[in-house]
């Protein structure tokens, strides 16, 4: 009589396939790990973008919205190097649409080295509202506070600089570190350099405002305050 064969896996072939099983298992999960960091990388390099589009976005319209007035101290806008003060009918929470702000533009060390740009708001609700920039003017320097935002940071270099107007001649006028004139200046511009420059996000560019307001501050209005 012959005996039946009998047939099955060997534990050798069954070792073979956990083996190959497992290979699989591990090259999906390192596929999906890659995948998951490049597009945690693409995020992240896309909030940067943003990030530094919204800051020239920001610096145009709150500068740009300059409003001429006369305040308690003066006309509201001077500022040097590291300090800009002036009206705005810009907002940071409000946009175009909100109330008019004072605005303190102002460069202070950073907590992770560098420089940072930030923003201080005010409320403006006429000339007496504006004695929060009375005092020493820029001698007294404007600091952070828990309202400030940061605009930029981790910056390696940032000035402030203000193109004086020449309207009585075609030769341009020079760029100044100082403004403390009664009138506007013709423009201002904000120079920032990166302290760790990142060549696949975008950089932070100088951002030049033209202020078009050629009116004299100090001409009172028919329905001026004073």
């Not at 308690?72 to 810009?90: E, K, V």
């Not at 270099?157 to 004086?164: F, Q, T, W």
């Amino acid at each position: 009589m012959m005996k039946k064969s009998e047939r099955g896996v060997t534990l050798i072939e069954l070792m073979i396939a956990i083996t190959l099983v497992a290979a699989l298992s591990t090259g999906m999960l390192m596929a999906m790990r890659t995948g998951l960091l490049t597009l945690q990388k693409t995020d992240n390099r896309l909030q940067s973008n943003r990030r530094v589009m919204s800051v020239n976005q920001i610096l145009s319209h709150q500068v740009g919205g300059v409003m001429p007035i006369v305040g308690a101290c003066g006309p509201i806008f001077n500022g040097d190097s590291q300090t800009l003060r002036l009206a705005s009918s810009y907002s940071m929470t409000e946009g175009s649409r909100g109330e008019p702000r004072l605005v303190e533009l102002v460069v202070i060390p950073g907590d992770q080295g560098g420089l940072r740009l930030i923003v201080n708001e005010f409320l403006y609700t006429g000339p007496f509202s504006t004695a929060v920039f009375c005092g020493d003017g820029l001698l007294t320097r404007p600091k952070a506070t828990a309202q400030s935002f940061i605009l930029a940071d981790r910056l390696a270099s940032c000035r402030i600089l203000y193109k004086e107007s020449r309207p009585d001649t075609p030769v341009s006028g020079n760029w100044l570190p100082t403004w403390n004139r009664p009138n506007l200046p013709a423009a201002v511009r904000v120079e920032m350099t990166q302290l760790v420059p990142d060549p696949a996000s975008l950089p932070l560019l100088t951002v030049t405002v033209p202020l078009h307001i050629n009116r004299e501050v100090l001409s009172p209005y028919v329905d001026s305050w004073h």
